[in-house]
C-alpha cells in the first residue's frame, strides 16, 4: 500500500522534479516507509511506501527492472500474485524479490494490456515499457485505490491524492456542476474531482501513451444479466467458497494483520473466516459509553466463537470532537459522510498494533443492506398500500418530521418513501440517494453551476436504472458504482490511509462480485429481508443473537456540536457575511436560515447539509485559497 505520483512528458520535456518531490512528501502518511524518485523519460516516477509484501529494500519503488526495460509504481495489493508468480516461474521466468510488484512486471512482459484484467485486487499503477516507449495507466475494477490526473498539451500530471497532484501546475479551476452534487449528495460521484480539468482515472480502466496519443478503454465490464440459474441453496454453498478464498487471499502480510469487527453480519463473517486460517487473530471494534449506540456485545460473541484476540475501544462523545479537525485537514476534497471521524478513531487506535486490516465494506451494495433497498423493493409492489400512500401524500407532507425523535424520523421515513412512490425508477433512486433537494439547490447556492453538466454526470449513474428496467439488481448495481466508489470507499481509504493503515475488502473479489451480481434479485432483498443470501449462508457461521436483532445504529452528534462547542466556530466561520460574500458561492440567508434551525433543534436533514457547508468551506480556505 503506497502513493505514487508523477508526471509523463507528452511534447516539450520539462522538468518538476522540485513539485515531485513536495508531492511524495504530501503522501508520507500513504507510505512512511520509503519514498523515492526515478526518472526515466518520458516518465517521471515517485513513490512513498507502507511496506507489506516483501518488506525488504530490494522491493522499494520505483521498481525498475533492467533485463526487461520495465518501470512502475504501484499503490495497491496483488492477492493471487503467488498463483500468478508460479505459472510464470513454471515459464522460466526469474524473480529478484518476493513482492507482487515485481509480478506485475513479469506479467506484462509476457501478456502485454491482457495482463490487468488477469490481476486480482486493489491497484493503481503506472507502467512505462522502454523497449515499446509505451506508458500505462491502470486502476482497479471498482476504485478502491485513488488516482487523479490532469494532462495538457506538453505533459499529464498523475497522484494518489488531489493534495499531492496539485503540487504540480495546474490551474485551479472550481467545477460548478461538482459543487452542486456535492451538496446534493454530500460526496461526489466518483468520475468528477472539485476542479474543471481534475480527474479521477476512470475505475476499471487502463490508458495507453504511445508517441504523445493518449487512450484509454476498459479492461473490465459491471454486469448484472443474464441470471444465474443456481438454486438458493446452491447460490449459498457457491457464495461462502468463493468468500472464504477471497478472505484466506487477502490475509497474505509480512506484517501484521487484523480484522474490524463490528458485530454486524458483514464484519463478522469475514473475521469468522479469516480465524480458521490464522490463529491469533486480532479483531478491533469500537464502542461507545452510551449503550444506546453501543453494539460490542454482539462483536465479543462473534470473537468469543471464532477465538480471535479482541480488542474495544471504547470511545467517549468529546474523543469524536477532538479528532474533527484532523479528519477536516487531511480531507483534501470535500466529502461530509460524517461517519469518517469514526473510521479515522478506529484507524488510528487499529494502527497501534497491526498495519493491515479486513474489513466487510461492499456487503450492503452487493446484497441488498440498506433500507433504501428493502423500500425499493417495496416500491415496485403494486399493493393497496401503496396506493394508498400515494393518495394521502398531500397529508403526509403536513406531519412534523424531524430526526431528533423516534416518532419523528418515522415521519420522515415514511414521507420520504410515499414521495418515491410517484416519481420514475431513476428519480426516485436519485432521490433516495440526496441529502439535499437538487430543486431547492438555487436556495443555498448563489453560485450558478453548469445544469447540463450535473444532469449528465446524475444520467451516467442512473442510466442502467433507465434503460434495463431488470429490476433491484440495476438499483444494486449503480450502488456499486456510485454509493460504494464515491462514499464508502473513500472514507476507507482516506482515513486508514491518514493512519498509515491498508484496510482490504474481501467482498469485492471480482470473482465474488461477478458471482453476485449474477443472482436473482430475490435472493438479496425479499420479504422484509435484506441481504438475504449473506444471512442465510453464515447462520452456521455466526452466533444466533447476530440475527433478528434491533438496530442500533449510530450519528455523529452533529447537532450537539452545532448547539454545543461548534456554535462561536459557525458563528466565526460560517456565518462571516464579508467572506460569504466575496467568495460567492452560498446564498448567506440560507446559511443563517440553516443554522438558525438547527439551533432550534426542529431540523430533518439540515444538520447534515450544515455539516457539507463546514467540510466546503474548510477545504475552501485550506486547500483552494492556499497557493491559488
Same mark, same amino acid.
Given at each position: ?32 516507509? +520509503? ?11 515517485? +513513490? ?159 490508458? /495507453? ?29 457457491? =457464495? ?36 480458521? +486460517? ?116 398531500? *397529508? ?83 450502488? *456499486? ?39 436473482? /434479485? ?15 449462508? /453464515? ?6 443473537? =447476530? ?82
Amino acid at each position: 500500500m503506497c502513493g505514487i505520483a508523477g508526471w509523463i512528458d507528452l511534447r516539450n520535456p520539462s522538468d518538476y522534479t522540485n513539485c515531485l518531490e513536495k508531492a511524495i512528501q504530501k503522501l508520507h502518511l500513504r507510505g512512511p516507509d +520509503h519514498q523515492a524518485i526515478l526518472h526515466c523519460p518520458p516518465v517521471h516516477f515517485g +513513490h512513498a511506501r507502507l511496506s507489506i509484501i516483501d518488506v525488504s529494500d530490494i522491493a522499494h519503488q520505483p521498481m525498475f527492472n533492467h533485463e526487461k526495460n520495465l518501470c512502475i509504481v504501484f499503490n495497491g495489493e496483488i492477492f493471487n500474485f503467488h498463483e500468478l508468480k508460479q505459472e510464470l516461474l513454471h515459464q522460466g521466468y526469474v524473480f529478484n524479490n518476493q513482492s507482487d510488484t515485481e509480478v506485475i512486471l513479469q506479467l506484462y512482459q509476457k501478456e502485454g494490456e491482457l495482463a490487468f484484467s488477469r490481476l486480482n485486487g486493489f491497484f493503481a499503477f503506472v507502467l512505462h515499457d522502454l523497449a515499446q516507449q509505451k506508458t500505462y495507466i491502470v486502476r482497479d475494477r471498482y476504485g478502491i485505490k485513488p488516482l487523479y490526473f490532469y494532462h495538457d498539451y506538453n505533459t499529464l500530471f498523475f497522484a494518489s491524492e488531489l493534495k499531492a497532484l496539485m503540487e504540480f501546475p495546474i490551474p485551479k479551476k472550481l467545477r460548478t456542476a461538482s459543487i452542486a452534487l456535492f451538496f446534493n449528495l454530500n460526496y461526489l460521484p466518483p468520475n468528477v474531482s472539485i476542479y474543471e480539468q481534475v480527474k479521477p482515472f476512470p475505475i476499471a480502466h487502463y490508458a /495507453s501513451i504511445q508517441r504523445e496519443q493518449l487512450q484509454i478503454q476498459p479492461y473490465y465490464h459491471l454486469k448484472t444479466t443474464p441470471v444465474s440459474k443456481l438454486s438458493y441453496s446452491e447460490a449459498q454453498i457457491q =457464495l461462502l467458497q468463493l468468500l472464504e478464498d477471497a478472505v484466506k487471499k487477502r490475509l497474505i502480510s509480512d506484517v501484521p494483520l487484523g480484522v474490524f469487527l463490528s458485530g454486524g453480519i458483514d464484519s463478522s463473517v469475514i473475521a469468522t473466516l479469516a480465524a480458521k +486460517h490464522q490463529k491469533h487473530l486480532k479483531t478491533f471494534s469500537i464502542g461507545f459509553e452510551n449503550p444506546l449506540y453501543d453494539e460490542t456485545h454482539y462483536a465479543r460473541l462473534v470473537a468469543q466463537k471464532a477465538h480471535t484476540e479482541h480488542t474495544v475501544f471504547t470511545l467517549k462523545m468529546e474523543e469524536l470532537y477532538e479528532n474533527l479537525f484532523n479528519v477536516l485537514d487531511y480531507l483534501d476534497e470535500p466529502f461530509a459522510d460524517a461517519s469518517t471521524i469514526n473510521f479515522y478513531i478506529l484507524s488510528k487506535y487499529t494502527r497501534k498494533q497491526v498495519t493491515v486490516a479486513l474489513s466487510g465494506d461492499g456487503a450492503d451494495e452487493l446484497f441488498g443492506g440498506y433500507m433504501k433497498h428493502l423500500g425499493e423493493y417495496k416500491a415496485r409492489q403494486n399493493t393497496p398500500l401503496n396506493l394508498t400512500l400515494k393518495f394521502l401524500q398531500p *397529508l403526509l407532507k403536513l406531519l412534523p418530521a424531524n430526526r431528533n425523535s423516534k416518532i419523528g424520523r418515522k415521519i420522515l421515513q415514511l414521507q420520504k418513501y410515499t414521495h418515491g412512490l410517484n416519481e420514475t425508477y431513476a428519480e426516485r433512486y436519485w432521490k433516495w440517494c440526496s441529502v439535499y433537494d437538487e430543486n431547492h439547490l438555487p436556495e443555498l447556492l448563489k453560485l450558478h453551476y453548469n445544469k447540463k453538466d450535473f444532469h449528465a454526470i446524475k444520467h451516467f449513474y442512473t442510466q442502467s436504472i433507465i434503460e434495463n428496467h431488470s429490476g433491484l439488481n440495476d438499483v444494486l448495481l449503480t450502488d *456499486l458504482q456510485l454509493v460504494l466508489a464515491g462514499d464508502m470507499l473513500v472514507k476507507g481509504d482516506r482515513m486508514s490511509m491518514a493512519n498509515s493503515l491498508e484496510v482490504r475488502v474481501p467482498f469485492l473479489d471480482y470473482r465474488i462480485v461477478d458471482f453476485v451480481n449474477h443472482l436473482p /434479485s430475490e435472493y438479496k432483498v425479499y420479504g422484509n429481508m435484506r441481504k438475504r443470501i449473506l444471512q442465510d449462508a /453464515s447462520k452456521t457461521l455466526l452466533p444466533p443473537e =447476530l440475527y433478528n436483532r434491533p438496530k442500533q445504529g449510530f450519528e455523529v452528534p452533529l447537532k450537539d456540536w452545532f448547539c454545543g462547542p461548534m456554535k462561536s466556530y459557525l458563528q466565526k466561520e460560517i456565518l462571516n457575511a464579508d467572506f460569504v460574500q466575496e467568495q460567492g458561492i452560498f446564498c448567506f440567508d440560507k446559511l443563517k436560515n440553516l443554522c438558525q434551525i438547527v439551533w432550534e433543534g426542529k431540523n430533518t436533514k439540515e444538520d447534515w447539509t450544515l455539516w457539507a457547508v463546514v467540510v466546503f468551506q474548510h477545504w475552501y480556505k485550506k486547500y483552494f485559497l492556499a497557493k491559488k
